[in-house]
């Protein structure tokens, strides 16, 4: 038991309580710590302020306050929380909006167990998670959204931009093209941990706060295509 980390704190919700219920058992089956349910929106955001949890699993439709909203205000409240939403939706306005407000990922419900607790695992860490085929659809928009002129950046070549190092530049090319941390460190033949310090390292010098952001930044400099 020495050495284990800490189980993930995961908080569900979802207003309907038997599929509330079976996805918080799952998750706890498999050694996370479910610390908290919730079946509308203001309460899920009362008890994520209350229980600080690492993910947050959220369904979209809710009643007395909107997913999205919901995931603005957690978020808002407490960046460091990652929202994974598991929703029954998979139009490409409800995914582009629930990114938008703050989410991680996007799951289907239709995915497996696994795959959810694949997915919670790695929206932990922070890595970007989508049902395959939503994660073109958001690098997609990111591009259309880096190529409108934008008042955040300067027109010239960005004289005082942080200089990132080769490795850091090449890591953050392939976490533009929507690799997984696990993918990166097969891709380049280093550890998963050198992966996540690269990252981090560049989010720190580029003071972004997690990995879709830097996405963003990464498309809007075309390192994507690269």
């Known amino acids: ?33 479910v610390v908290a349910t919730a079946g509308d929106g203001e309460q899920a955001v009362r ?10 699993v959220l369904d979209l439709n809710l009643p007395a306050k909107p997913g999205v909203q919901v995931c ?5 409240a407490d960046p460091a929380l990652r929202v994974l939403v598991l929703s029954a939706s998979g139009e490409h306005a409800d995914v582009l909006e629930a990114v938008k407000s703050g989410a991680t990922g996007y799951l289907l419900k239709s995915a497996s167990t696994e795959e959810l607790l694949d997915a919670v695992r790695r929206t932990a860490v922070g890595d970007p998670v989508f049902t395959p085929g939503l994660a073109g659809l958001v690098l997609g928009e990111y591009r259309r959204l ?26 953050l090319r392939l976490v533009a093209k929507g690799l997984s941390y696990k993918q990166i460190a097969e891709r380049l033949v280093i550890s998963h941990r050198t992966v996540q310090n690269h990252v981090q390292n560049t989010l720190g010098k580029l003071q972004l706060h997690n990995r879709v952001e830097l996405v963003r930044y990464a498309i809007e400099r075309g390192l994507d295509d690269e």
């Open 47 to 56: 008890r994520a302020k209350a229980t600080t949890p690492d993910v947050l």
């Open 72 to 76: 603005k205000e957690v978020v808002a």
């Open 146 to 171: 880096a190529s409108d002129p934008g008042p955040a950046t300067g027109g010239g070549g960005e004289p005082d931009a942080p200089r990132l190092t080769d490795r850091e530049t090449e890591v």
């Open 1 to 33: 038991m020495s050495g284990e980390r800490d189980p993930i704190r995961v908080m569900v919700v979802d207003d309907h309580p038997m599929w509330r219920d079976a996805v918080a058992r799952d998750l706890a089956e498999a050694g996370l710590d």
